[in-house]
């Protein structure tokens, strides 16, 4: 059975069902001997998945009937085995606190040769393997437990705290029908097991009779999520486009919601379409849907196999860490892998330069700023000054964001040149005496703070309103506002809040960024000090 059934199955408890013609003679017998091993699991058929199921041929019902049992245990977790932590399971300690503390104090006190925290006999303990922890054999008996008594984690096989012990027979805990009230057989009722046991919930599998379009409408309900997806819903939105329209974006709604969303769905497709006929058409598609350098680098990350969020792990010296020393010897590192940028076809790398161009340079460089090791991955790839003059706001962009030095009469030189003509207040050039030339952006948030230091209140406000979304750091701090006030005076020269673009005004703003705020000493007095001052 395909992917798309069993999400199907998992998403809309509905399964599709291709049985044609009147059936085999003993379809109902054996629809009947299916339900009993669903009703085991939870599972009840619907009337009309009963009546197709029973006119299945007899030569697929089953391998029908294993897949859908199958992936019925694997939603309620029945395809794998149960260890309970307590080997007399159900029969467990009933004082969980005291429980608590006894493993909190060893996972907090134990210590290696030295007397165990709790009894205070002589050999405490050697750490398990792999989690390291300390466990005392008299006060934490092996053969009570499966895994390690104080984090429950399973331990290796070599591992010699805990012996080797018959598992004895299996018991299966007696269960009852009858989680809703409209599942629960009434011969169940009287039986003195079925009131021992808690009620198990019962779901009832229905017929889907038009599978495109329920997988249609799940996909365009993913997808018009606000926020950026899990990694199962990615994991199920990938079924669902591949099933329904992996090699377009005409399917698209006008406005996706989440930017992570799109730059994986525009990533699939031009996989899809890699090598085909329709791929510059689809690539010129894509450029369409980008709004900004961000979206640019989300796709192309997303095309590598990386995370649309643009977050990448941290590096963080392990030996460093807390608790490092407690580590078992040679415990394997887990290392998380690294997103290593693909090769990217021509018609892509032109198509994305192309859009950095149009964006311009300051834009572009001023996104690119924001993950910068993002792009400088993905610059290795879109080669962007080998065609300077097709492409120079790029070239300039990355110059700005790789510190590239480079001679004033080549071909970058010459464009960094021109770029900071144009730009002068965005684009600072940096000139060198061997001839060569370099190039900085300022960013927004740098202009709106020189605007401030420089008592520009006007222009200051002009700037902010040019990106009422935006919320800028220099708002959130003192600095820039305190410097124009050093005699503790009223401010006379900050921002009125009708100055202030809108997305702004409604904010709860520091106090000492509007006008006729008093200082003290140069430094900012914040609002809840200020209460009760006349
Ligand atoms: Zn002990
Ligand atoms: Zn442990």
Redesign the pocket.
């Known amino acids: 059975m395909d992917a798309l059934a069993v999400l199907l199955l998992r998403r809309t408890g509905k399964v599709a069902v291709a049985a044609h013609g009147a059936g085999p003679a003993d379809g109902a017998a054996w629809v009947a001997a299916l339900e009993a091993d669903l009703a085991e699991r939870g599972w009840l058929l619907s009337a009309d998945l009963r009546a197709a199921a029973t006119r299945l041929h007899s030569s697929v019902r089953v391998r029908w009937a294993d897949w859908l049992l199958a992936t019925v245990d694997e939603l309620v977790g029945a395809d794998r085995s149960m260890l309970p932590l307590y080997r007399a399971f159900p029969d467990t300690p009933h004082d969980v606190d005291a429980v608590y503390v006894r493993r909190l104090l060893t996972y907090l006190f134990a210590v290696p040769d030295a007397p165990c925290v709790l009894c205070g006999r002589e050999q405490g303990g050697a750490p398990?393997d792999p989690?390291?922890?300390l466990v005392c054999p008299g006060c934490f008996p092996p053969e009570r437990f499966s895994a390690?008594p104080?984090?429950?984690?399973r331990l290796s096989v070599d591992c010699t705290y805990l012996p080797v012990v018959d598992p004895g027979p299996v018991r299966r805990p007696p269960r009852r029908a009858g989680g809703d009230g409209s599942a629960a057989p009434a011969a169940d009722q009287g039986t003195s097991i079925a009131g021992e046991a808690p009620p198990l919930p019962m779901r009832v599998a229905g017929l889907e009779t038009d599978a495109m379009g329920a997988a249609a409408a799940l996909r365009d309900e993913l997808v018009a999520r606000p926020g950026a997806l899990g990694e199962s819903d990615r994991a199920d939105l990938k079924v669902l486009v591949a099933a329904t329209a992996p090699a377009g974006l005409d399917w698209l709604p006008e406005v996706v919601p989440a930017r992570e969303t799109l730059a994986l769905i525009i990533a699939w497709a031009l996989h899809a379409t890699a090598l085909s006929a329709g791929y510059p058409e689809l690539v010129s598609a894509a450029r369409l849907r980008w709004q900004t350098a961000t979206d640019v680098a989300r796709t192309l990350w997303a095309y590598s196999g990386g995370d649309p969020g643009l977050i990448l792990p941290r590096a963080v010296d392990e030996s460093r860490a807390p608790g490092t020393a407690w580590r078992p010897a040679g415990e394997p590192a887990v290392t998380v892998p690294v997103t290593r940028v693909r090769a990217l076809p021509r018609p892509l790398r032109r198509a994305v330069l192309g859009y950095l161009d149009s964006c311009g340079a300051v834009a572009a460089a001023e996104d690119m700023r924001r993950h910068p090791t993002v792009w400088k991955r993905l610059g290795e790839r879109l080669h962007p000054y080998e065609r300077v003059a097709a492409h120079p706001g790029a070239a300039v962009a990355f110059a700005a964001l790789r510190g590239s030095r480079t001679a004033r009469t080549g071909a970058l030189g010459r464009a960094i040149v021109a770029a900071c003509t144009r730009h002068p207040r965005h684009l600072i050039l940096t000139e060198y005496p061997d001839d060569t030339v370099a190039v900085r952006v300022r960013t927004h948030a740098c202009l709106v703070e020189q605007a401030l230091s420089d008592g520009d209140v006007t222009g200051a406000a002009q700037l902010l309103g040019q990106r009422p979304g935006e919320r800028h750091p220099v708002l959130l701090r003192p600095e820039p506002v305190a410097r124009l006030d050093p005699r503790g005076a009223g401010n006379e020269v900050g921002l009125d809040r009708a100055d202030l673009p809108g997305a702004h005004r409604r904010e709860r703003l520091p106090g000492w960024i509007l006008r006729g705020h008093r200082m003290h000493s140069g430094l900012p007095v914040l609002p809840r000090l200020r209460r009760g001052h006349p």
């Open positions: 398990l989690c390291g922890h390690c104080i984090c429950g984690r």
